[in-house]
């Protein structure tokens, strides 16, 4: 791999942005790069407790005391609980090492966003770097803004935000992002079948790269459709008609496409039997998404529901809540948790909660696989519906 000036003076001076770089290098052989790449922001993930445990936590105690520090904007994926709310059902133990977590990084000058939807509050340029963790995140910029990121581990993302640099390789080379495939979807999408989309998509390439042809796309199926198809494609870039700014020069470098189509059929999904509680926010809800759900309750007159609704989002869009608005939610029964991955965190267990319906496709994925509770495919505007107490 090729090593410029800048990095030459950066191996001979040492310290621990030599060792970082020595790291990436390394990674950069194994994986063929031809050089390295600046990058304008790191998106950490894998920073739960629940997953990394104290093998991860040691090793983020050991890199921030040796006083390394984040060159590049850098921002974090949610962790297993409410940054500093004492007043979740969760052990203190857990409470105290994840804050432990989280303060590791903000030493070494992460911002502590703590949300997997980054892309809802930064708009990265087309053909900027970055150097992003969360599969739905990087799915995101790659196939939204056209920003060029590859999914990369947690623990090299930290080791890129100490270099700011990162091997190109893979989605960074303008040549792998060519789709080969152009996917015609015949059906008229929600949420749910946003999702079952990406997963249909992914199952029917080998990982290469899909022209997306959709008309009426908007920002939350994107996000819904971009989740599944991440979390079931190895590549994270689907390229939308449309919607991708440079989707028109890509599909004129398309050589002989091969053809497919999704059609309706293929989307349909049973209504959800029984479940302890609604959940959204896989990936974190939006404003907008949070206020389908006031729409309806306000619709019925805030009525309670019946069965908890648990909504992870953001820090900065419940701080765009009215006060009161939220505890109105509360009295509702709306759960609003923020900065938290309810899939990596003890929160579902606390809560009691053995079994949900949701929208997230990706969601369905990772709850009975990491935390143990069954998920099933629901429209939330329908489930609401059905769970508003009569009485
Ligand atoms: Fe976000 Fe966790 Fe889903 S990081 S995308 S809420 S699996």
């Not at 020069?249 to 349909?268: S, W």
Request: aromatic share 8%.
């Amino acid at each position: 791999m090729f090593i410029g000036r800048e990095e030459e003076r950066i191996l001979r001076e040492g310290g621990y942005l030599a060792k970082a770089l020595e790291a990436i290098i390394k990674v950069g052989d194994a994986v063929k790069a031809d050089r390295l790449l600046d990058v304008d922001t790191v998106h950490v993930s894998g920073v739960s407790y629940l997953t990394i445990g104290e093998a991860g936590l040691e090793y983020l105690r050991d890199i921030s005391s040796s006083g390394a520090r984040f060159r590049v904007f850098t921002t974090v994926n949610p962790a297993g609980v409410e940054y500093g709310n004492p007043n979740l059902p969760i052990s203190e133990h857990f409470m105290r090492k994840q804050m432990e977590v989280v303060d590791y990084l903000a030493k070494m000058g992460a911002s502590l966003w703590l949300t997997c939807a980054p892309y809802e509050f930064i708009r990265p340029q087309p053909g900027s770097i970055h150097a992003w963790g969360e599969s739905n995140a990087v799915a995101y910029i790659n196939s939204v803004n056209d920003a060029y990121t590859e999914k990369l581990p947690g623990p090299f993302t930290i080791i890129v935000a100490i270099a700011g640099k990162v091997p190109r390789f893979g989605l960074y080379v303008e040549e792998n992002r060519v789709p080969r495939v152009i996917v015609k979807v015949n059906a008229r999408l929600n949420p749910v079948k946003a999702g079952l989309l990406g997963r249909v998509i992914a199952s029917k390439l080998k990982g290469e790269v899909p022209l997306v042809d959709y008309e009426g796309w908007d920002g939350q199926l994107l996000k819904s459709f971009l989740a599944s198809y991440a979390t079931y494609s190895p590549t994270p870039l689907a390229i939308i008609k449309g919607i991708n700014p440079n989707w028109g020069r890509y599909a004129a470098m398309m050589d002989k496409p091969d053809k497919l189509t999704v059609d309706e059929p293929e989307l349909r999904y049973e209504q959800p039997g029984d479940y302890d509680a609604l959940f959204m926010g896989c990936p974190h809800a939006s404003l907008g998404e949070i206020m389908t759900v006031v729409r309806v309750l306000e619709k019925h007159g805030f009525r309670r529901l019946r069965k908890p609704l648990v909504i992870s989002t953001s820090r900065f869009v419940k701080s765009m809540l009215n006060p009161e608005l939220v505890s109105r939610l509360k009295e509702a029964n709306v759960i609003l948790i923020t900065d938290t991955c309810p899939m990596v965190s003890p929160i579902f267990n606390g809560l009691g909660i053995r079994s949900t319906a949701t929208p997230s496709s990706k969601a369905i994925f990772y709850l009975p696989r990491l935390v143990n509770v069954n998920a099933m495919p629901c429209n939330i505007e329908d489930c609401l519906e059905g769970i508003l107490d009569n009485t």
